[in-house]
């Protein structure tokens, strides 16, 4: 899948990180659930990624062959950078494996140095970090259901980019734009909220380019780990996600068809890292 330059910059952070030590880690266990996939990791992490909801394995019943699903019953034991290549593979599932792998290792790397950069809140919602004021004028790009409701709440002025009108409700149509809208819409955000699922989509880059220098710029969901850096140099404030604080109970969930109602506060806490001063002028 071309252009992956976010995920590229965060794979090589990890592995001139880690170096050698890489080649020792394993996989305790990988789960592609319903709605999150998950990869554990026998240095006692673990990390998540949306798992991507219509893909080839979809369209049969009974799916066969590497194209469809590369991996059943082969990942446990495996170096963890075996499975780290599969974040830049186009096939979405093992992207959504390759990713969770990522997020697990970024959780070692914040474990031994925090990175100075931004600041770690715990047990903190990315819509609350946002910060969001009466008067701003916000796009939501994807119909990120918390997001809406909060928006909603406060009668705040704002504009949802999403494929389908499937998402929406009648009261919510009024601010609809198609995606393919997101070039005449994004520059008009004060501020621009994004799912991390656009990592795996593979469309974050180009929606970041998008965005107003001055916008305030937030990218949530369990897909983005804590490697800040590649967001941070592409002017992302505020980054919300997940950290796992008991692997085994996570993937159970996963595993059982979960998802954030039952792992938050319980094998996982929400997190927010909130940029340390002024976003530097951009590229």
């Not at 792998?101 to 474990?111: C, I, K, R, Y």
């Not at 954030?260 to 996982?268: D, E, L, Q, T, V």
Request: hydrophobic share 45%; with cysteine.
């Amino acid at each position: 899948m071309a252009h992956d330059l976010i995920l590229h910059e965060a794979i090589v952070a990890v592995r001139d990180s880690l170096g050698a030590e890489l080649d020792a880690i394993r996989v305790s266990r990988a789960v592609v659930g319903l709605y999150f996939t998950g990869v554990s990791l026998d240095c006692g992490t673990a990390g998540a990624c949306h798992t991507p909801a219509k893909t080839a394995v979809h369209e049969a019943c009974c799916p066969m062959g590497e194209q469809v699903m590369p991996f059943p019953g082969t990942l446990r034991g495996r170096p963890a950078s075996d499975l780290l290549e599969y974040a830049l593979s186009p096939n979405l599932l093992a992207r959504a494996v390759g990713i969770a792998t990522l997020n697990a290792l970024a959780e070692v790397l914040w474990q031994r140095r925090p990175h100075p950069g931004v600041d770690l809140r715990v047990n903190v919602d990315g819509f609350d970090a946002a910060a969001i004021q009466p008067e701003e004028q916000v796009v939501l790009v994807g119909a990120f259901i918390p997001f809406l409701r909060a928006l909603k709440q406060k009668r705040q002025p704002y504009t949802v980019l999403e494929l389908s009108t499937a998402m929406l409700k009648p009261e919510e149509m009024p601010h609809y734009r198609p995606a393919a809208d997101a070039a005449d819409v994004i520059p008009g955000g004060d501020v621009v909220l994004l799912t991390g699922s656009t990592l795996l989509t593979n469309t974050l880059d180009d929606l970041l380019r998008m965005c107003r220098p001055d916008a305030r710029v937030v990218v949530v969901g369990p897909t983005v780990g804590l490697l800040p850096e590649p967001l941070l140099r592409r002017g992302v404030d505020v980054i919300g996600g997940i950290r796992v604080t008991a692997p085994e109970t996570f993937l159970d969930v996963l595993a059982e068809g979960g998802s954030g109602a039952h792992f938050f506060g319980r094998s996982a806490d929400r997190v927010v890292l909130a940029r340390r001063g002024p976003k530097p002028a951009l590229a």
